[in-house]
């Protein structure tokens, strides 16, 4: 479980996150949403351990990340909404350096590169250098390498962008499946049926801070809206959509 208790940021003196908190629980796939510049992104950063929160305490399987940088690592998978990947290495060798900074070694670390090999049927590229890959095949890469470690809480920022619908459908059978297996997973989006259709919990963002929580059915009941992109932008943006007979 990932658990956020209070946490503030500023940027050059501009705050964007205020005082958030909310649970990441296992065995769930939890939706982080909000418009450009919400919060978002410096959110994930945190809980991964590459910004500092003021205030407040993140713990991510009990671990602190601020405290305990390698330990979270460990146990936590990250695909980021920008990553660079070494262009001049292979598949294989780019996940066999990250599976073995993981502590991989042996049978073990031969069993994982081959396990993701497969999940993320990576069989075509695993020879290629990465320089020129597409945007489906580097989601690939990075999530090959966030999972290879079988970490059990995974944070995805914006993970199905610019992906066509079958990469799509690779990520959410993944996703599916780790949930099964009882993994922990957080990812933004913004394309709401994707939400709507894979998510057990969402988190609406806005202006840093949490201003709806609940499953897609209970924010659409809470909001009065007819489905969830219209409930996102009601609790955003403060705008409710009108029921039908509503007087407005
Ligand atoms: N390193 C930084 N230095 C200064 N300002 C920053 C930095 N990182 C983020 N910000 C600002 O913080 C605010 C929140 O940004 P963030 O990237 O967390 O939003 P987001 O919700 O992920 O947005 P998007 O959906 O557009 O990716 C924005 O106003 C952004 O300009």
């Known amino acids: 479980m ?3 208790q209070g946490i503030s940021k500023s940027f050059a ?11 990441v ?3 769930r796939i939890t939706a982080l949403l909000g418009a450009n510049g ?4 410096s959110c994930l950063r945190i809980l991964c351990g590459l910004l500092r929160a003021e ?4 713990l991510v399987g009990g671990v602190d990340p601020a405290l305990d940088p390698q330990g979270v690592r460990r146990q936590l998978g990250v695909v980021g909404d920008r990553e660079g990947l070494y262009e001049r290495l ?3 060798e780019y996940l066999d350096i990250f599976a073995r900074m993981q502590g991989l070694s042996g049978g073990a670390l031969k069993s994982a590169l081959a396990s993701v090999c497969e999940e993320l049927e990576l069989q075509s590229l695993w020879k290629r250098r990465m320089g020129g890959f597409s945007q489906g095949e580097r989601m690939k890469v990075s999530l090959a390498r966030a999972l290879v470690h079988q970490p059990k809480h995974l944070i995805l920022d914006e993970p199905t962008r610019g992906l066509d619908v079958l990469a799509v459908r690779l990520l959410r059978r993944t996703l599916l499946r780790l949930r099964s297996a009882g993994t922990a997973i957080l990812f933004s989006s913004h394309v709401m049926p994707e939400v709507a259709e894979l998510s057990d919990r969402v988190l609406v963002m ?8 609940g499953s897609p059915d209970e924010l659409i009941a809470e909001t009065g809206c007819g489905n969830l992109e219209d409930s996102f932008v009601a609790l955003a943006y403060g705008e409710r959509t009108p029921v039908a007979g509503e007087v407005v």
Not at 206 to 213: A, K, N
């Open 55 to 58: 205030g407040g305490q993140v």
């Open 90 to 92: 292979t598949v294989a």
């Open 38 to 41: 919400a919060g978002k992104t």
């Open 2 to 4: 990932i658990q956020v």
């Open 206 to 213: 806005s202006q840093g801070r949490i201003v709806g929580r």
């Open 13 to 23: 003196g501009q705050r964007v996150l205020r005082e958030l908190s909310f649970e």
């Open 25 to 27: 629980p296992d065995a």
